[in-house]
């Protein structure tokens, strides 16, 4: 049962009835939208929908609410309350959280996941660094982001499909090819100049340390040509698999890893050049190929082919997104970091250009992650000097801590992730402080079982009347609404926010309220209770790729 669905429809036909009988003038009803106020006192629903019809009907919003007020026929409503110009607090009989308790009871493990009668196929495109080095903590921050959304998602209804973009041509092969030539002739006493934009960090010298170890000096003997031929492929494997191996770590899957050099190969650059100059938004200028942007918006036409032949960045990105379109997704979402944020509306020109709907385009900027701790900024990394990677910040607070604190904040916000709260097993601490209330319920169950209680189910939910038994049972009534409204606004932090606050009535509740010793049928009703919770702390906790653990 969804109260705002149940609410909103009596709102809206009672509004039709007010239209019919003339009251107001004939016009369009806006959407009736239910909020949840701040204070308790404001009841437990408010809506500013006599505002909002008194400007389509042009009637006094007053006379909307008092209608309202007086016509209203829902079950559930015990009184309603109009506020300052025409807010309307509506005030629900006690029935309605008994009933909703036995919904979601009577839902299982299936609460909270949605299900749309056309679910939008979707790709979400994340992370794609380079396989040229480790990643850092700002990949980090955009897989969790990324996994979470996907997640999210899913459980809205959508059909979702996640990806992986390999930049595995252009220069940064060539530059990680040269870096760790220049590397392995240093280790076998060459003297030789580092690449200007060669790659310096310490893994380059541990992949050339590797290849002396397993080969020698074999390569030594060969043009340097063939040597860099050698070393772009066993970097490009090792690199590539050390990226999986802690994507996977930190509980990251992917559908599809999509290679670069697959559209040189099969020549789709050149393809979508072609279809772009047949529309007229491709055109010649100064011995290169330029894209016609500023026609759908651009600040400037943009490069795609040089004059010496050789494709752009853009060139092989935009071959990339008429793929995904051509695979037949009716939204592409990417997550990009904040370096990226002038890219978005060239990308958007040329989807435009090719034919494609732009708005079926979405781009999320993640905003920077700044690593503290114990009060101080961190810049480097311990063990080597340079930018701190994933894979040491797993080593550090964990997976579950990473995840959690990376999606806690709106990706508009810049991060500032507090290394040593992330440490802490105190309730300061928000992933330890979810994680405890579903490491309690197990410790309840656990009790239960050794005692000889089982939940045999009940229909005495209307026993639970205590205030902290209210408010949770409310706050779980808000999931799946919750759930929607992040998927549609593609915001995973409500789903870490949401969490805390369930967490917070839960451990009110397990202070408050006893299950053990008391009355038969209360106790079943509570233990029914606890095990709404325990799913909804798991499935949320699930979205995000936090565990949730039986014992802490």
């Known amino acids: ?63 909307m609410a008092q209608y309202l007020q007086k016509n209203l026929a829902c079950a559930y409503v015990d009184r309603i309350e ?12 006690a029935n309605w959280v008994s009933e909703l308790l036995a919904a979601m009871v009577a839902a299982g493990k299936d609460y909270g996941n949605l299900h749309l009668e056309h679910p939008e196929k979707v790709q979400i495109e994340f992370v794609s660094a380079n396989p040229t080095g480790p990643l850092h903590v ?16 899913e459980a809205a209804g959508y059909d979702v499909e ?81 990226l999986k191996e802690d994507l996977e770590a930190f509980n990251v899957h992917y559908d599809v890893w999509f290679s670069e050099q697959t559209l040189h190969d099969a020549h789709k650059i050149d393809e979508a050049c072609e279809l772009l100059k047949a529309k007229g ?72 250009a090719l034919g494609y709907n732009p708005e079926h385009l979405e781009i999320l900027i993640l905003q920077l992650v700044s690593l503290y701790r114990n009060g101080e900024l961190v810049k480097m990394s311990k063990r080597t000097g340079q930018t701190v990677t994933l894979n040491e910040l797993i080593e550090e607070v964990g997976a579950d801590a990473a995840r959690f604190f990376f999606v806690m904040r709106s990706i508009d916000s810049q991060l500032d992730f507090d290394l040593t709260l992330a440490t802490e097993k105190s309730n300061d601490n928000p992933v330890f402080y979810v994680q405890y209330a579903h490491a309690r319920i197990c410790s309840i169950l656990k009790q239960m079982q050794e005692v000889g209680v089982r939940l045999e189910g009940t229909d005495k939910y209307d026993l639970l009347v205590e205030p902290t038994e209210v408010e949770l049972i409310k706050k779980l009534g808000e999931y799946p609404d919750l759930i929607a409204t992040a998927a549609q606004d ?52 699930g979205i995000l790729g936090v565990s949730a653990p039986d014992h802490m």
């Open 82 to 93: 109009i506020a300052g110009p025409g807010f309307i607090n509506f005030y629900l009989k």
């Open 162 to 242: 996640r990806e992986y973009y390999i930049n595995d041509a252009g220069n940064q092969m060539q530059n990680l090819a040269a870096s760790v030539n220049a590397r392995y002739l240093e280790l076998l006493g060459q003297k030789v100049e580092f690449p200007e934009n060669g790659y310096h960090g310490h893994d380059i010298i541990e992949t050339a340390q590797r290849i002396v170890k397993k080969y020698g000096d074999k390569f030594l003997h060969l043009s340097e040509a063939e040597r860099l031929e050698q070393f772009k492929t066993i970097a490009y494997k090792e690199k590539l698999a050390a």
């Open 281 to 352: 938004y491709m055109y010649e200028k100064d011995g290169a190929l330029w894209l016609k942007s500023t026609a759908f918006g651009d600040d400037k036409d943009r490069v795609v082919i040089r004059d010496n032949g050789v494709p752009t960045y853009l060139a092989a990105d935009i071959a990339y997104h008429k793929n995904k379109f051509e695979r037949g997704f009716d939204r592409v979402i990417n997550v990009w970091g904040a370096d990226h944020h002038g890219y978005i509306a060239r990308m958007k020109a040329a989807m435009a």
């Open 490 to 541: 593609r915001a995973v932090h409500r789903v870490a926010f949401y969490l805390q606050e369930l967490a917070g009535l839960f451990h009110s509740f397990y202070n408050q309220c006893r299950i053990i010793g008391v009355d038969h049928d209360l106790q079943q009703a509570r233990l029914a209770l606890v095990m709404v919770v325990k799913h909804v702390l798991e499935h949320a906790l």
């Open 138 to 153: 700002g990949h980090g921050r955009g897989a969790a982001v990324g996994s979470s959304l996907a997640s999210l998602l």
């Open 1 to 63: 049962m969804n109260i705002k669905d149940v609410l909103g429809k009596s709102i809206r036909e009672t509004a039709q009835k007010a239209i019919r009988e003339g009251v107001f003038k004939e016009g369009p009803l806006p959407e009736v939208v239910l909020e949840v106020p701040p204070k308790k006192e404001f009841g437990d629903f408010s809506s500013n929908f006599a505002m909002q019809s008194a400007r389509s009907l042009h009637c006094n919003p007053r006379l």
